[in-house]
């Protein structure tokens, strides 16, 4: 694959975002031509950049940690499905991120929790795992944002069930997380009167863990 032969393949409208990350991870001087993607007036092109630089992040981030600034900015993109691959990419590159740029941001990362979107909040808890793993001077910081989860604006009660269940589950699947072993607990055992009842399974089942 070739500067010229990626554009076609970006402009195709078939599912072969996958096909081009793996293209791009064997020839990464490529990576610019998806970049510049994201900006394109194309629906499909600006999507599938999205999709495919995330997938680069997860197998690997180094390629991409050159772009941390882009990726930052990508932050205010007013298209949320941009917004929410941004998201996940900057996690990626947390756990490369010998520079701490994400150190930098961790106030901006975590604001976007305020932003009112069950969506864009459960992707930066869902992520807060995997940034905690890889920045442990951040972990107390991160635990703080994700124990505050269900006083965030959110459209409705049953959004908060939701994001506390994600919490909980985060909690579960990254120990680095629970940095107040006390704080956490009671977090955990206030969702078992969730009225959501996958909700109250994770509280009891993480519960059930610690005994």
């Not at 691959?85 to 996940?88: E, G, I, K, L, Y």
């Given at each position: 694959m070739n500067r010229e032969s990626l554009q076609l393949e970006l402009?195709?409208?078939e599912n072969n975002g996958e096909r081009i990350a793996d293209a791009i991870l064997k020839k990464p001087n490529l990576?610019?031509?998806v970049i510049t993607g994201i900006s394109s007036s194309s629906p499909t092109v600006r999507f599938k950049c999205a999709k495919i630089l995330r997938l680069i992040s997860e197998a690997r981030p180094e390629v991409l940690y050159?772009?941390?600034d882009f990726f930052e900015n990508l932050l205010n993109n007013e298209n949320n499905i941009i917004k929410w691959?941004?998201?996940?990419v900057i996690a990626n590159l947390a756990t490369v991120d010998s520079e701490n740029k994400f150190n930098r941001i961790v106030t901006r990362y975590y604001g976007l929790l305020n932003e009112g979107s069950l969506i864009t909040a459960a992707h930066v808890v869902e992520n807060s795992g995997k940034i905690a793993r890889a920045?442990?001077?951040l972990r107390g910081r991160i635990a703080a944002e994700i124990l505050k989860?269900?006083?965030i604006p959110l459209p409705t009660a049953e959004c908060r069930n939701i994001i506390a269940g994600k919490a909980i589950t985060a909690f579960s699947r990254y120990p680095e997380l629970v940095t107040d072993k006390k704080i956490?607990?009671?977090f955990v055992t206030c969702q078992l009167n969730s009225a959501r009842s996958a909700t109250r399974k994770k509280a009891e089942t993480f519960l059930r863990g610690l005994v």
């Open positions: 402009e195709k409208k990576t610019p031509g050159p772009y941390f691959n941004a998201t996940d920045k442990p001077n989860v269900t006083e956490a607990i009671s």
